[in-house]
């Protein structure tokens, strides 16, 4: 079956605009989770979404970054008055239970450059 | 604050030769221990995954080994192929209700034929 998708693939954008990632999970899976990995390190934990709610978005930098899942499938993260600093691939994974043990199955990612 | 410790950086392995990639942990109320395959341009996919309470687990070529008192668990490629290089992340979470993964940074793997 298709596994979670994320567009655009890739993002280039101007320091200061505001930019939208969006994820499509597996069909099904519950759990969604928005992740940053950037150069050379491992992803780091954004913000978990339990159905349509928001678990969980202590790893969210500052109020710029902001996330919704308004049916409980496709979700989106949006960034607003973006630095440079913000450049990073974000990454999507969902799973199909609650429990921290399911297994993630993760987006290829959304490259995301700010000028 | 790098709670999970990831080494070496990269490395260079030749074909059919033994890969071994180390992680320790800091938490202690980490419970589930997963290492997940990452190849350019793609997310990553999980490979193998330990619980605490054992210290050994097997799928194919690929072994993790899990020491609880020291609080770390390392990864063993048995064999390795061409086709593994990759890069790897071992992580760790607490294994409740819809816990986050914490990474570590990663180890670039090359097999060399």
């Known amino acids: 079956g298709a596994g979670v998708s994320q567009t655009p693939s890739n993002k280039v954008t101007e320091k200061g605009k505001y930019v939208e990632l969006r994820c499509d999970p597996i069909s099904g899976h519950t759990a969604l989770y928005w992740y940053r990995q950037s150069l050379g390190q491992g992803p780091e934990f954004l913000i978990y979404f339990q159905g349509t709610g928001a678990a969980d978005d202590s790893g969210l930098p500052n109020d710029r970054f902001f996330a919704v899942r308004p049916e409980g499938s496709v979700s989106t993260l949006k960034i607003q008055r973006t630095e440079r600093g913000d450049s990073a691939v974000y990454l999507c994974?969902?799973?199909?239970?609650?429990?921290?043990?399911?297994?993630?199955?993760f987006g290829p990612g959304t490259r995301l450059t700010v000028l | 604050q790098q709670q999970v410790k990831q080494s070496p950086q990269s490395l260079i392995v030749q074909k059919g030769g033994i890969s071994i990639i180390n992680c320790a942990y800091e938490?202690?109320?980490?419970?589930?221990f997963p290492w997940y395959q990452q190849f350019p341009g793609k997310g990553p996919a999980l490979l193998i995954a330990i619980r605490p309470d054992v210290s050994e687990k097997k799928e194919g070529r690929f072994t993790i080994s899990f020491n609880k008192s020291a609080k770390q668990f390392s990864l063993h490629i048995m064999d390795s192929q061409p086709g593994d290089s990759a890069t790897y992340f071992c992580?760790?979470?607490?294994?409740?209700?819809?816990?986050?993964?914490?990474f570590g940074a990663g180890t670039i793997l090359r097999v060399k034929s």
């Open positions: 992580a760790a979470s607490k294994g409740e209700y819809g816990n986050k993964l914490v």
């Open positions: 938490n202690t109320a980490f419970d589930y």
């Open positions: 994974a969902s799973s199909y239970g609650l429990s921290g043990t399911d297994t993630q199955y």
